[in-house]
């Protein structure tokens, strides 16, 4: 048997200190700058909900042809999708606290459900606190949301920014560490003959 070259899989930490740098930039402009990154997140909304609208006309033009549902729907879900655009471009703020409600009425009722399920499961006392103490966050975070949806969004893009910031951290020490490894490693392929 005879093997001609081995071949090392290519070095990681390159890619891993650009994600790096960019989690600490983003995780920066959350935390520091939380309005803004919320308009800039509503504004790729826009863009992606007309992106969205002219893939759907486009869509409904060539189902027009062959009639029936589809074309109906295509078109009511393209004329949705630009008049969501719209609001997104002039009225940011009203699609943010229809996204901000919305939100919180889903973290209320998963909230409720998690903190009921976990009251009447059959699970260890341990488990069963967590999973109501885990339903009762997600229920404070909702009404948060509902009834005071500024203070709740900006803490939450806030937390958001401290994680991915620590994220950013951790692929920067991780990056580092490949660098300092890959100056001490051998050569990337070495020829093996073996009989």
């Known amino acids: 048997m005879e093997v001609s070259s081995f071949t090392c899989p290519p070095r990681s930490w390159p890619s891993l200190f650009a994600v790096g740098i960019l989690a600490v930039f983003l995780g920066l402009l959350l935390f520091l700058e939380p309005a803004l990154s919320l308009r800039l997140v509503l504004y790729s909304i826009g863009a992606l ?23 109906g729907v295509t078109l009511v879900f393209g004329i949705l999708m630009l008049f969501v655009a719209f609001i997104a471009f002039s009225n940011p703020d009203l699609l943010g ?22 009251a009447f499961s059959l699970h260890p006392p341990a ?17 948060l949301l509902v009834f005071r949806s500024g203070l709740a969004v ?27 490894k890959d100056r001490r490693s051998p050569p990337d392929w070495v020829d093996v003959t073996v009989r």
């Open 97 to 118: 606290g229809i996204l901000a409600t919305l939100a919180g009425a889903i973290l209320i009722v998963g909230g409720l459900g998690v903190a009921i399920t976990g």
């Open 154 to 180: 900006t803490l939450i893009v806030r937390v958001i920014g401290i994680f991915i910031l620590a994220l950013g951290g951790v692929l920067l020490a991780v990056a580092v560490l490949g660098w300092l």
């Open 49 to 71: 909900a007309v992106i969205v609208a002219v893939i759907s006309l486009a869509a409904a033009a060539f189902l027009s042809r062959g009639g029936g549902w589809p074309f």
């Open 127 to 143: 488990r069963k606190f967590a999973q109501v103490t885990g339903g009762g966050g997600l229920l404070a975070i909702g009404l």
